[in-house]
């Protein structure tokens, strides 16, 4: 049985002391400048939330940021970005891109870059939307359906097997840069699994299945 745990939110749409992570996740989802961090009992909880967040790291455990089961919401959140990444069978090239959810309207693409995969895809796809949610100071979730993807972000490496070579030079440059922001930079998006099986199609597919 997965210990309690208890939830404060100095800076949501509601702040305060919550006792279950969807209530936290309700107030600080898509918020901007959002500050909340958990805590293992209702005391310790109180007692921080009274002090304010100024003696918390509330943005240095990255790992909190992160959700790969499935989400009891019928909607993934409305105000959020969503990756893809896209491999080409024929001609083996990759790309990838990310879009708002709301509306759909594409904020970034790259690619096509030769030689590449699409987990590589995935992974490069959440590190420039943590980085374009932080040149914008933009708080809300970033959502992928690579759970692999997700994990090199968390883990800040892409272990990929795949091997350097002079086609895909560019390719393992911009996955150096991207292991260097992630190890520099903190983020407070909370990075989501996208529920295809919910949800349908992540909006940020290409559209080529």
């Not at 936290?24 to 909880?45: D, N, P």
């Not at 990310?98 to 790259?110: H, N």
């Amino acid at each position: 049985m997965a210990k309690k745990k208890f939830y404060v939110v100095w800076k949501g749409r509601e702040n305060g002391v919550f006792s279950t992570w969807e209530d936290c996740r309700k107030q600080v989802e898509g918020f901007t400048g959002a500050l909340y961090k958990s805590f293992e009992t209702e005391a310790a909880a109180s007692d921080a939330f009274a002090k304010g967040s100024s003696g918390f790291s509330v943005k240095a455990d990255q790992k909190k940021l992160f959700e790969v089961k499935p989400h009891v919401t019928k909607h993934p959140v409305k105000h959020s970005i969503a990756v893809d990444g896209a491999w080409n069978t024929k001609t083996l090239d990759s790309e990838y891109r990310g879009v708002e959810v709301s509306t759909g309207k594409q904020l970034f693409i790259r690619g096509p870059f030769a030689e590449g995969t699409n987990n590589i895809m995935e992974f490069l796809a959440l590190v420039h939307a943590l980085a374009y949610c932080k040149k914008h100071q933009l708080t809300v979730p970033i959502y992928s359906d690579s759970v692999t993807a997700m994990k090199w972000v968390r883990d800040k490496h892409a272990k990929t097997k795949l091997e350097s070579s002079n086609n895909n030079t560019e390719l393992f440059d911009l996955i150096d840069r991207a292991e260097k922001w992630l190890k520099e930079n903190t983020y407070s998006n909370p990075v989501l699994k996208w529920e295809t099986k919910l949800w349908g199609e992540n909006p940020a597919d290409f559209g080529r299945k």
